[in-house]
């Protein structure tokens, strides 16, 4: 079992910044891949980024460019930068798809 904890959400205006972590504890060494989705109200979950044990990275089209995906160990994190009011959504981090954390709410508004 591996369990997760998000932290780093808030609110933030048009063009700011957030730094969201992820910190897993348990069974770390099963890890293959970690990610990120996000939900926003009415819409169903989506990939935002992933990142596999070997460093590879992966990015929905929307954040390419301007979201940094990165892992340290048992943390991940996802530096987000430019954001925009359609960024907003509760964001959750997944181990391999199966574990999931309870979730941290970004607000991006003017």
């Known amino acids: 079992q591996v369990q997760l904890v998000e932290s780093g959400g808030g609110l933030v205006q048009p063009g700011g910044s957030l730094r969201l972590s992820c910190a897993a504890s348990?069974?770390?060494?099963?890890?293959?891949?970690m990610a990120w989705y996000r939900q926003a109200p009415g819409k169903q979950r989506e990939l935002v980024a992933a990142?596999?044990?070997?460093?590879s990275t992966n990015y929905t089209d929307s954040v390419k460019g301007r979201f940094t995906i990165s892992r340290d160990n048992a943390k991940m994190y996802l530096q987000m930068n430019n954001l925009k009011p359609e960024d907003t959504a509760v964001y959750y981090c997944?181990?391999?798809?199966?574990?999931w954390g309870q979730g941290t709410q970004v607000t991006v508004s003017s």
């Open positions: 997944t181990t391999d798809g199966r574990w």
């Open positions: 348990g069974r770390i060494f099963s890890i293959n891949w």
């Open positions: 990142i596999t044990s070997g460093g």
